[in-house]
């Protein structure tokens, strides 16, 4: 406890000069638990009493209400003084700051305080009533400070007191309850039975254990932790409990308490212990307990709900509604079991009794006793059934303020379509998923429930129209098949109509407890149902978003067979529409079949020709062929071959199903393969690379997994540009006729066998472009169906048509102009096997060269020289020659040796042409027009205004005594090539070529063309020669040979200055006096890490 001192005057006694108020209560040994004593019976704790917030009052828990005596919860309040002096003495201190500005009345004061008061607080509030001091003084938030610091000190003190003090009432109440738990183990259950003869029906407990008090005391410290704000050490004294006494064992004591007879309605006829306990009423419940015996037996059967309304408080304080879903989930499902188990006890001590009673009365009053026991037994078990679906929805209903459990749109059909995939990823978090199991697992409990009351509700002689839909075999698969013709004229134009639901009146009588929405549902057959498919359609929606698409598709098959029980084909078909792709994913193949055949059952009834067209189709899948029956698969093939005459099926652009698959390739040897990546596709497409006029063969397998062959229309194979297929499938994504440039087909007539078929497609393409085999159409009586490449799981094909390559030749005459001089130059085009459509003919002149146009007047000649020349080139037949003759003029040569003075004149040739095949193609009207191809032909006339041959570079250097290698590299400048004969290097004294020291023999046996360059190596000796050097200079003769024969010399002088001035210099040095020296090795060889020593031999005569 606290006492704060408010000083009211320098001048008063010490009785009246001041103010102590006391909180936590009066006493000096701090009675009660932690100091505190209850409030009502002396002490300053004021506790609220708000029962609209839930709040305790001094008499709801013992935590602050609770006095010294253990009338209340047992708790003794002896020898505790020695703990609370040691919290005394450590405020026993002065406090820092409001003491030391006391006067020395109030000191003293204060330490009468401590003295009196050993085991409290004391604080002063001096400026509490000082005008003067200002609000924002120093001294007053030090006071304030400490009495806040103390008032916490103290809360935390008396907790941890309390909490101990209930911990050692435990320990001492454990140490008697073994024997008490003894009692309610199967091994004891004989002892259990005797100790009930030898009491009348009433445990003795001859342990001394209260489990009264043990309950109050286990409770009373979860309401101290609840109090300090520790819900989760409050939850966890429950789960000890629940650890203690499972509900097994609460349900045999209240076994015990209905066979004792006793009642406990004590003061709450207003409200039923049940609803106390459901509501966590705590306070009377609590009442119930202490009146109801030690062993609870009163109470017993509402211990586990009372315990758990307040672990759910608990848990709603703690923040977690997915923990109070499994509690509730729990809750109901052992309450469920323990209501039928009670039910069970009580009909077989009540059976007894009756025998007993009958005694050997006739069979037929045996029968009649047991006939009503088992109606009173049934309307029992159909009550509890009733509380558990209730009480599931509730719980679903209640859950939905929390966490999204229904769908966006509820009075709509919509949201069925979506996919598994997008319902998983509309689930926000994980909690949310946790939750939406929890739930799920709750509804299925309650459909459950629900198909066990209907069938309490009809009896044995009734079937249950949930159970007879959802059975192994329909009542409609029963029936014998019509074939499609047949039932379109049985059902004529009009739908069929829903089936009439048996509105026959459903005799079962629930309590007035039973919630209406469970009453109204067995009102009826049809009530029922429409029950079962709400509660199925929220379950289905909430096991998709947490993630349990299995269970989901499961419920969604029962829902469906029951709307085909009822006559709603229709909607049956949505339903198995959306859920017959969850076994396919899964390769169940054979749950995959049924629900294809169950949706075929629906679409055919209802007169659905596209879907059920589509369902047939998606029938013949080549993974459900091993498990489809040949009957079946017979049926269906007759219906669809029924179907596809319809004229409803000629609209509908049909895509790529299973019963049909095609793989298209291109046989082609000599093809060239490369890749390109598609991102507006985010797929590859492989190219075949060929050229325009090549003759192509596409080959087609079509693999058919129907039973029969069939005979369709034709085979379309659809070409498309890849600049036109992007622009497709960025807008709409599907290929037309108006999107292809080339359709190929096959006509009809055309069988298709059960298995693997190949078919060809020939194709000479006239255009050079990239084109995408993007499409296969089968077209089979009425319907038309498209195999798109772009959604196949295959590889893309492609062509990349290149121009073909061009026959047409030119020829330029002559060879080379001769400076100075007006020459003719003819040029003689050859359009070669190419169809020529026009072209032109450029003649470009460099400087110093000028040409005339042909056909010139030569009385015009002068004003017709220029620079560049245009020809037009005529339409050509393959075969055929055009000769241009005309005049080119040239300056004479300029002077230097730079490869930018030579003079050309460039012709240009430029046409357009087309493949020899492309008369012959087009005759046959099926290859669109294209624009021509188009090629550039060049040649070029230079004059001679250099050597053929020019040296670039020579060079020689000495690789031995004596000896010298010479490196001559040459440049060819003739614009025809030209065979080296010959050669011949002459060089001056003192060097000479060795005999074996031309390193060129061989090398140069071929044409050498302008550009390239001559590398030339000699091996050359130095001579012995006394004489002095000649001034020759070295001279490379080279003799060149052109193609007819003759022959050209070339003299090329090489600078070699270098080597000679070498040599010369060499020569003088020799003449000088020059000492020798000579180093000679030791005679002895010498060992590793010892020296060797070395001798030099200097001959200094020369000197």
Known sequence: YIIVFVPIGSGASSSGGASATTAGGGGNAGGGFGGFRAGKKGGGVIVENNKHNNNMDDNASVATTTTSSSTHDGASSNNHSQHNANAAAAAAAYPPGPIAHSSKEVKELYHKFLKDFPNGRTVILGTLLDADVSTISPLKNQEWKAFLHN???????????????YDEELRRLDSKRAAFVRKFSGEHSKMMVADKKKTNGHLEEESGFDLSHFFLVKESLAFTYEQMQLPGEAKLQYEELNAFLPEEAWRQLAQQASAGGEDDSSDTAMMSPSDLAMAGDWERFRKLIKSSGRDLRGVSSFVPQYMYSREVRLLFQMGSPVDVLNRSKEFLVKEYRSKLLDVAADFGQRWKKEIERIGMSSSEHILAAQSKMKQDRLKKEAEIEAWALSSCWDVKCAAEHYFTLSPPDTTSEGWKKDDDAAMAAAAPTVEGQDAARCIAELLEFAILRLIRLGDLALGEEKVNPIRRATS?????????????????????????????????????????DVSSWVRNAFSNSSTYEDTYLELAKAAVYINRRAGRFRFASRLEDHRAEVLISRGEYNLAADVLSNNVGACARDQWNRAHYWRIFRLACCQRVSGDVLAYLETLTQSFNPRLSSVAPKKTASLFQNDLEALITDAAVAEPRWGAFPFLETELSIESETAGKSSQPLPFLRRKLSKYLTYVGDELRFSLSINSHLPRAISVNGIRLYLVTLASYEQVYRGNGTVSEEDAFRILSIDAPITIEPGKNQFSFPWQPMTYNVYVLAT???????????????????????????????????????????????QNVRLVFHSGSDIITGGAVTLICSEGLQVVPPNTDQ??????WRDECVIPLDACEPGKKIVITTLVKSTSSRSGNNADDVQEMMAKVETSYRHKSYDSVMEKGEEPDSNPMKTLLEAMVTTLDRPALAVDGSEAFVFDED?????VSLHCNTPVPFFVKEWNLDLPSPLVVEEDGDLNKGMFQHAIPEGDMLLFGFKCLRADDSDEPSSERPILRVVLQDDFGKTFLQVLPLNLDDIYKQLRKEDEYAELHNATAELVCSIKEGSVGHPVPFVYNLNLQSL
């Open 776 to 822: 296969v159409e089968i077209q089979w009586k009425e319907a038309s169906f498209f195999y798109d490449s772009a959604l196949l799981r295959k590889p893309l094909v492609g062509l990349d048509i290149q121009p073909s390559e061009p026959t047409q030749t030119i020829e330029l005459n002559p060879l080379f102009l001769i400076p100075g001089h007006v």
């Open 963 to 967: 000896r010298v290698m010479v490196n």
């Open 151 to 165: 008032l916490g000190g103290a809360i935390v003190d008396g907790f941890g007191d309390r909490v101990r003090r």
């Open 472 to 512: 192994e075999r329909p009542a409609d698969t029963l029936k014998p098949w019509v074939p499609w013709k047949e039932l379109r004229k049985q059902r004529g134009s009009m739908s069929p109509e829903r089936k009439k639901n048996n509105s026959e009146a459903w005799t079962i009588n629930f309590s007035p």
């Open 859 to 864: 009385s015009k000649l002068e004003e017709a």
